[in-house]
């Protein structure tokens, strides 16, 4: 599996950004795939994942209600919307995909991950 990330930048506070990934390599529809992030000094924390055959959708408190999570199975390319941006969401956004059993807010349950976007919200 391969996973390409895309679509961080600087942006003020209060705005949005969309971030995509596009995928390629293996079928996806037994998957879970979600966006975890991870801010200077931190531990990558999870944010949101979305189940590629079922379409249900995930998300940490910190974000529910300003992020949303969507994929274009057409495209193999996962998406993440990002509103009413604050600047503790500064951080490396990663997508990644599941195939295992393991708590999908876990990142140790993350098989494949690309290679990170940087998002930095100016105050």
Known sequence: VQLQASGGGLVPAGGSLRLSCAASGRTFISSIMGWFRQAPGKEREFVAAISWSSSSTYYADSVKGRFTITKDN?????????????????????????????????ASAYGYWGQGTLVTVSS
Not at 78 to 101: F, G, H, I, W
């Open 74 to 106: 057409a495209k193999n390319t996962l998406y993440l919307q990002m509103n009413s941006l604050k600047p503790e969401d500064t951080a490396v956004y990663y997508c990644a995909a599941r195939y295992s059993t393991l708590d999908i807010r876990s």
